[in-house]
């Protein structure tokens, strides 16, 4: 609270210093006569503020002056204002009656007039600023105050001042005349380019530490945002009271300073909104930020595509945006500091500088004070308490990382102390563990010495490859056998009895060991089937393989609800002939002209009383002489995931593979294309075997 209150107390007694202090002696002038007899001009500036003569479209000249008369007598410093207009020419004149011991070396200081003058003392011309002229095509404009400095023995003088303006929202003498001494005008010009300079240099320093700021730690956007602001101000002090920048560039165009001037002003509309919203988070309503915003951007489309005498009047509709925005700010940081938010007296003090400055700035304008501009001051004095502000922001953040490093610190110690504590800990359970994983070792090497052997007795259960050919023919078929593991719950049976050719695809419940004891039951009961009972008929044989599993896993007394999909499949050369009977299982063909042919097998499978006691399974007869060729299949292949998209690979896939295989290779390569494909496909989705495999293919008749 201490800190507060020193920055509003020392606030306070700046702004009274300069409140009291003066801006030079205002002197009455009457009917265009100052009358400076009673004044000592070696210690006294004395401002040339009245009524001056006032010669509306008309260059007068010495010679032509007592010849004619005035048209009115017009204000100075003030603007052309109706019935007169912005544009146009005119011509003042002043008589200054000087006391007799007037110094005979004098000074005139002149801010500037808009947009071009002359100035003549007793007939002879003194300086001039861009070209005066009575139309738009010859004249010139300039903005370029000055230090006059002229010798008169006379004790009267005769200021004639022609002005014209074509390019600019306001005509005129705008602005005040000094008369002093040499040595006193030249101390006023230095004082007020050291203002302005110092003023400039402020802003230029205070922004380029907080744009360092900012690239330190990107997070904090107002320190941006408060260094452009900086920028903004500093260049509205390049371009405003001294012209700065044409001091020190004379070369540079009126238009492009104006235009300079102006971007400050719609710069400072885009960025302190942003920068308000910023600091008080949450309180700012985006929409207003949003809002200034876009009117910002108007304006500078209108700066960037306009001429002067169109886009300086934005100010006019500009200042009633920034009146209402500060309206808004008033109420927006009164709410921060009945919330208490960080900063929030700051800002009202800040707010309250910019409006006591604005409101004296405003009565000088209006003749009721005489003090000393005060706007840039308050704009400099404004940006230091948001300084002050985001200072005591990154203060608060600094504060709050090293508590944060202490209680992290603390935290690191007793985490060292447990971690020392759960090491031990953890080595002895790490030894217990490697006891454990010894024996888990050798228990699996066990298991799998185990698994190793079953799947001896599986292959030997299989039908080998010489026993295949002898029956189907070598280069006739061809068989793919991929198991997920050791052992498969997939099986195929092929056999030849009373000259017919039996084949049997299978797909137990199960993978590994649970799906090869299946495996090895279906084909115990298959060989009792078809061997021993004779039953070649594909629907009979499936029907029996039901009742057999239902029987030999006594799934009628028990949930035991496992069983498999299979597909059977009666070769009859002398008949020419297929049947075909599926349960779960396709069969897929292509005849002769290349059309395939798809017939899905019944919807259930083999295995559990979940459909009651019997099943009905149809069969279908094909003649050979129609097939090219033929396959029948498991689902490991279609379901297994892999690819660039990570996708199953689907039955309809599948058989367009099928059929590409058909067309371009032998059925003896059938193994070797689907093994590589699968492998690639998985390898593309980095994925491994879902699910054992089993594709068999088979040529079928001539035609």
């Known amino acids: 609270m201490r800190f507060y209150t020193y920055i509003v107390n020392f606030f306070h007694l700046l702004i009274l210093i300069l409140l009291t202090t003066g801006n030079g002696v205002s002197q009455t002038i009457e009917k265009g006569v100052l009358d400076l007899r009673e ?77 071009a003058y002359s100035i003549y003392i007793n007939g002879k011309c003194i300086d001039q600023a861009g070209i005066v002229a009575m139309n ?28 014209s303006n074509y390019s600019y929202k306001k005509g005129g003498l705008w602005r005040e005349f000094k008369l002093g001494s040499v040595e006193n005008i030249q101390s006023v ?67 492009a300073l104006i235009r300079l001037e102006y971007l400050s002003f719609i710069g400072a509309i885009i960025i302190f909104p942003n920068l308000y919203q910023n600091i008080l988070k ?20 209108i700066l960037l595509t306009t001429p002067p005498e169109v886009f300086t009047n934005l100010p006019s509709v500009g200042y009633g945006t920034i009146a209402l925005f500060c309206v808004y700010l008033i109420y927006i940081t009164g709410m921060s500091v009945v919330r208490y938010y960080v900063g ?30 005060l706007m840039s001051i308050a704009l400099l004095l404004f940006m230091f308490v948001l300084a002050v502000l985001i200072s005591y922001q990154y203060n608060l953040i600094f504060n ?42 050798k228990q699996h090497e066990s298991i799998n010495s185990s698994i190793k052997y079953a799947r001896r007795i599986q292959t030997a259960a299989l039908p080998s490859v010489e026993k295949l050919n002898t029956i189907l023919g070598e280069g006739n078929y ?37 799906g090869a004891l299946m495996s090895m039951l279906g084909v115990n009961l298959l060989t009792d089937i078809v061997m021993n009972r004779h039953i070649l008929q594909p629907d009979e044989v499936i029907s029996e393989m039901h009742q057999g599993i239902q029987k030999a896993l006594q799934q009628y007394e028990n949930n035991v609800t496992d069983g498999m999909d299979l597909a059977v499949c009666l070769i009859d050369e002398e008949e020419g002939t297929l049947t075909y009977a599926g349960a779960h299982t396709p069969l897929y063909y292509i005849d002769h002209n290349g059309e ?38 498991s689902d490991g292949f279609q379901d297994q995931f892999g690819g660039m998209a990570n996708r199953k690979v689907m039955g309809k896939r599948f058989r367009e593979i099928l059929k590409e295989e058909v067309a371009h290779h032998a059925i003896v390569d059938l193994e070797y294309h689907l093994k590589r494909f699968i492998r690639r496909w998985m390898a593309e989705g980095k994925e491994k075997q879902l699910d054992d495999i089993l594709v068999f293919g088979m040529t079928g008749g001539r035609k």
């Open 39 to 115: 004044k000592n001009l070696q210690k006294e500036v004395i401002r040339l503020d009245g009524e001056w003569a006032f010669y509306w479209e008309q260059l007068v000249t010495y010679e032509t002056l007592d010849t004619l008369h005035p048209t009115t007598y017009y204000p100075v410093p003030a603007t052309w204002q109706a019935p007169y207009t912005a544009e146009g020419y005119a011509s003042y004149h002043l008589r200054i009656l000087l006391p007799d011991n007037h110094p005979t070396q004098l000074g005139l200081k002149v801010q500037t007039a808009s947009t």
């Open 136 to 163: 738009e095509e010859e004249g010139q404009e300039e903005f370029s105050p000055k230090a006059i400095y002229f010798v008169t023995d006379k004790d009267t003088l005769d200021v004639l001042v022609q002005v």
């Open 189 to 255: 010009r230095e004082y007020a380019i050291m203002n302005d300079m110092m003023l400039f240099g402020g802003f230029l320093v205070i922004g380029a530490y907080f744009l360092v700021l900012y690239f330190l730690r990107r997070q904090e956007l107002s320190s941006l945002l408060y260094a452009l602001g900086c920028f903004c101000f500093g260049l509205r002090e390049l371009t405003t009271e001294e012209y700065l920048l044409h001091y020190w560039f004379p070369s540079i165009p009126w238009n």
């Open 282 to 301: 949450g309180l700012l309503n985006p929409i207003v930020v949003k809002l200034t915003a876009i009117l910002g951007g108007i304006y500078l489309l």
């Open 344 to 373: 929030g007296k700051l800002l009202l003090l800040g707010g309250l500088i910019i409006f006591g400055a604005t409101t004296n700035d405003f009565l000088i304008s209006l003749g009721v004070i005489d003090t000393m501009p």
């Open 400 to 441: 709050q990382n090293e508590q944060l490093t202490v209680e992290l610190n603390e935290m690191n110690s007793s985490l060292e102390e447990k971690v020392e504590e759960r090491t031990i800990a953890l080595s002895d359970v790490n030894e217990q563990l490697q006891e454990k994983s010894k024996v888990l070792e």
């Open 478 to 514: 061809s068989m793919l056998y991929l198991p997920r593991d050791i052992i498969s719950g997939d099986f195929y049976f092929v056999e030849e009895i009373q000259q017919k050719k039996i084949i049997v695809i299978a797909d137990c419940t199960g993978h590994g060991v649970p």
């Open 596 to 633: 395939e042919h798809y017939i899905k097998g019944d919807r259930f499978g083999i295995g559990g009383n979940y459909l009651g006691d019997r099943r009905i399974f149809k069969a279908h007869v094909l003649s050979l002489s129609k097939i090219h060729t033929w396959f029948t299949y």
